[in-house]
């Protein structure tokens, strides 16, 4: 399984998020109460993006994760839907690694 170096936990400010392409993988990192997390990049109503600007996967007031199709919701920790057409399914979280405050997803 490939580790791919991505930016530095320092460089992902507090509720924001940064997305990747790598092949065929769409996926995006976010930090969220000090800890980094990944998903793939694809809402589990339609399997698509869910962000509507470049990073940008918070709503309006950075307390979920937001689909911009359908307004889908979702649990920055653990990426569970709370509410939207796909409430109760998830996110598909990534595997990551810190090393030296570099973050690395696995895939
Ligand atoms: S595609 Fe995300 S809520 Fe419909």
């Keep these: 399984m490939p580790s791919t170096p991505l930016c530095l936990v320092s460089e992902l400010p507090e509720k924001?998020?940064?997305?990747?392409?790598?092949?065929?993988?769409?996926?995006?990192?976010?930090?969220?109460?000090?800890?980094?997390?990944?998903?793939?990049?694809?809402?589990?109503?339609?399997?698509?993006?869910?962000?509507?600007?470049?990073?940008?996967?918070?709503?309006?007031?950075?307390?979920?994760?937001?689909?911009?199709?359908?307004?889908?919701?979702?649990l920055p920790h653990n990426g569970y839907c709370i509410t939207g057409p796909c409430s109760q399914a998830s996110l598909t979280p990534l595997t990551i690694l810190i090393i030296d405050d570099r973050i690395h997803i696995k895939y």
């Excluded at 930090?31 to 793939?40: C, D, F, M």
């Design 16 to 74: 924001t998020a940064k997305s990747y392409k790598f092949d065929d993988l769409s996926c995006f990192i976010i930090k969220y109460e000090g800890q980094v997390y990944a998903y793939l990049n694809a809402c589990p109503h339609r399997n698509i993006e869910l962000e509507w600007q470049e990073n940008d996967f918070f709503d309006h007031n950075k307390d979920y994760l937001q689909c911009a199709t359908h307004g889908a919701l979702f």
